[in-house]
């Protein structure tokens, strides 16, 4: 059988998103929901990890948003796009997730260990060196903390676009807000990140700052 | 000089202005030192933002391996892929002329068979009125001996002759009649058993999209339950010897 045969099937046996929230919502499909879950369960727990700081928490986070979308099904519209639907349960799900926090804690996420869990295996392991494959850990670390310092309604439209590569116009579309206010929040939250990374980074030293900037982050844009 | 704001700038280090915005803010740029500084900035903190990376999580990549996985998936794809075909060429032919042009085609063929049929119950009809007609011929032996009895017996056996005559047109226009009716009879059947047909070819169609999505998911299926499925016929051979 030809690769072009092999694509052409392949095609043939592939629903789009917004195809297979018809069928879930229609006849509630398993099957649908199965092919959903597989497509977008890596994307969702990434948001929720960022959006939380803790990889543990954002996979429970992305279960929870499936069940919830599943028992949701109904009120998507299928005019809208099905990734905005799923970005946006996932999205109250972790605003529910720090509101519960606060609650729970007088001690801000900012102020917590040095050494919290869940960071340290959350890197990527392609540092080719044990010192700067730890410089690595630690440039990560204060970055998912800057993150975390920042007010929630920055926060997610930084993690959206800078992480996930969404467009301005679907930022906006998810958080329902208008254009113009996803531009400033999204230059609101770089200059907040840039004042609390500065001096934090300039600790870590210029080769490591070198280093990160040689990268290109297409590379790492998940979606 | 009119500085760009934030907004801009944070628009352009992520591609999204247009171009002669771009190419505004890049003029501006070369000869704006303050500019120039925010803009860094930006950049910066984009490739700080970049290098908190996270590791793949299971699905992403695997989910855009959705059909071969395996020489008995393309088999059970091919498979379809043949079925499908089947019921498209059934679909098409399945036309009315064609029906028709089946039917003329048949029709020498039914009466024919049906003709052999009539011959052969003519024969088996015929049996027993041949043994009645011996065992009339049998009291004629002694007839010879009697001329009275001899010509009344041949005005009997006349009679006989005719009314067996009778009959037999009669039994012939029955079994014609018969014929007609069978005939009548095989074709409805044919006609029903065309849309039987056709129905099972819809049927068909129907199921093959259904086994369709069930290959997909079972693609799915595969590729997510790719650790746990290996250990499962290892123990069924096992189990066997």
């Known amino acids: 059988m030809s690769d072009g045969l092999l694509q052409s099937l392949r095609n043939l046996f592939t629903l789009t998103d917004e195809q297979a929230m018809w069928r879930l919502q229609h006849s509630g499909d398993g099957e649908a929901f199965a092919t959903l879950m597989e497509r977008w369960r890596g994307p969702i727990a990434r948001l929720c990890t960022r959006m939380t700081g803790d990889a543990h928490r954002g996979e429970d986070l992305a279960q929870e948003a499936f069940l919830k979308l599943y028992s949701q099904r109904h009120q998507y519209r299928a005019e809208g796009r099905f990734s905005s639907f799923l970005w946006r349960i996932a999205l109250n799900l972790c605003h529910d997730e720090s509101r519960r926090n606060r609650r729970r804690s007088e001690v801000p996420l900012e102020s917590e260990d040095e050494d919290q869990p869940g960071h340290l295996d959350l890197l990527a392991d392609d540092a080719p060196s044990a010192s700067e494959q730890v410089e690595d850990n630690e440039r990560a670390q204060i970055v998912s903390r800057a993150l975390l310092r920042l007010p929630e309604h920055y926060r997610s439209v930084v993690v959206l676009k800078h992480y996930h590569g969404l467009k301005l116009r679907e930022i906006a579309e998810v958080l329902g807000i208008p254009d113009g206010t996803v531009k400033s929040r999204l230059s609101e939250g770089l200059q907040q990140l840039g004042r609390y990374l500065t001096p934090h980074l300039a600790e870590l030293g210029n080769v490591a700052e070198g280093r990160g900037r040689n990268r290109k982050p297409e590379e790492l844009f998940i979606l | ?241």
């Open chain 2, 1 to 241: 000089m009119n500085h760009p704001t934030p907004e801009a700038w944070a628009e352009y280090v992520y591609g999204e202005c247009d171009a002669p915005t771009k190419a505004d803010l890049e003029a501006h740029v070369a000869v704006c030192p303050a500019c120039r500084v925010q803009l860094d900035q930006f950049r910066r903190i984009q490739s700080e933002l970049t290098a908190y990376t996270l590791p793949q999580i299971a699905s992403a990549s695997r989910s855009i391996r959705l059909l071969p996985r395996g020489p008995w998936l393309a088999a059970a794809a091919a498979a379809g892929v043949f079925l499908l075909g089947v019921a498209t060429t059934l679909l098409i032919s399945g036309g009315q002329n064609r029906d028709e042009a089946i039917q003329t085609r048949l029709k020498p063929a039914i009466r024919q068979e049906l003709e052999a049929l009539m011959a052969s119950s003519n024969t088996l009809r015929a049996t027993p009125v041949q043994l009645t007609q011996s065992d009339a011929t049998q009291p004629e032996i002694p007839s010879t001996t009697a001329p009275d009895a001899n010509e009344e017996l041949r005005t009997a056996f006349a009679e006989f002759l005719t009314v067996y005559r009778n009959d037999r047109a009669e039994d012939r226009a029955v079994l014609a009649n018969a014929i007609q009716q069978l005939e009548r009879q095989r074709r409805a059947d044919y006609i029903r058993l065309r849309s039987d047909l056709e129905t099972v070819a819809l049927t068909t169609s129907d199921q093959l999209s259904r086994t369709r999505s069930d290959l997909s998911q079972l693609a799915v299926y595969t590729v997510s339950d790719d650790r746990p499925n290996p250990p499962a016929p290892k123990d069924k051979d096992k189990g066997r010897p």
